[in-house]
């Protein structure tokens, strides 16, 4: 798949279970195949944002993967494809979207990478959109609606882990 034009990002919405066989093996393969896929149809954060809904543990190694590597923009841009989660799931609950996932990536991330780290991709996130809202690239809503998405789907966790989380997402969007 390396090298080709597949549509990965139709496998991974069809065949959810393909995708976690897929991009269960070592990161460097997966990273290859996300970086070689279709930069307009499937660009690495569309695919991570996919895999968040089948498989949020994967999600979280890709995520990490990519950091390591440096391409910080990955991960924010990844972050930020749930900003509209919740108000699409209000329009259909047919959606491949899982607010409970995202929850799940979330606190993965927090137990693998740490509160501080967590935070400080989210802040990225929240600047790189800050400009994109700028230069009206994105609705000027975009950054609440990502925060009121992050902050319901922490409240499918646990209270303590849900506050944790929340305290979180308010210190990256400046809002404690």
Same mark, same amino acid.
């Given at each position: 798949?390396?090298?080709?034009?597949?549509?990965?990002?139709?496998?991974?919405?069809?065949?959810?279970?393909?995708?976690?066989?897929?991009?269960?093996?070592?990161?460097?393969?997966?990273?290859?195949?996300?970086?070689?896929?279709?930069?307009?149809?499937?660009?690495?954060?569309?695919?991570?944002?996919?895999?968040?809904?089948?498989?949020?543990?994967?999600?979280?190694?890709?995520?990490?993967?990519?950091?390591?590597?440096?391409?910080?923009?990955?991960?924010?841009?990844?972050?930020?494809?749930? @900003?509209?989660?919740? *108000?699409?799931? =209000?329009?259909?609950?047919?959606?491949? !979207?899982?607010? /409970?996932? &995202?929850? %799940?990536? $979330?606190?993965?991330?927090?137990?693998?990478?740490?509160?501080?780290?967590?935070? @400080?991709?989210?802040? *990225?996130?929240? =600047?790189?959109?800050?400009?994109?809202? !700028?230069?009206? /690239?994105? &609705?000027? %809503?975009? $950054?609440?609606?990502?925060?009121?998405?992050?902050?319901?789907?922490?409240?499918?966790?646990?209270?303590?882990?849900?506050?944790?989380?929340?305290?979180?997402?308010?210190?990256?969007? /400046?809002?404690?």
């Amino acid at each position: 798949m390396v090298g080709s034009q597949f549509p990965l990002e139709g496998l991974i919405l069809a065949q959810p279970e393909a995708d976690a066989s897929i991009f269960a093996s070592d990161a460097q393969p997966s990273i290859a195949i996300m970086r070689n896929s279709d930069p307009f149809l499937a660009p690495p954060w569309r695919i991570i944002y996919r895999i968040i809904n089948s498989d949020p543990g994967q999600a979280v190694k890709l995520m990490s993967e990519f950091h390591r590597l440096g391409e910080t923009v990955i991960v924010a841009e990844a972050l930020a494809q749930i @900003a509209y989660d919740g *108000d699409r799931l =209000e329009r259909s609950s047919k959606l491949p !979207i899982s607010l /409970e996932n &995202n929850a %799940d990536l $979330l606190a993965r991330l927090v137990i693998s990478e740490g509160e501080d780290w967590l935070e @400080a991709r989210l802040r *990225d996130s929240v =600047e790189l959109f800050q400009g994109r809202m !700028i230069a009206n /690239e994105v &609705n000027p %809503d975009f $950054l609440d609606n990502y925060r009121e998405t992050l902050e319901v789907s922490a409240s499918h966790l646990d209270k303590s882990s849900a506050s944790r989380l929340t305290a979180i997402i308010r210190r990256a969007f /400046e809002l404690s």
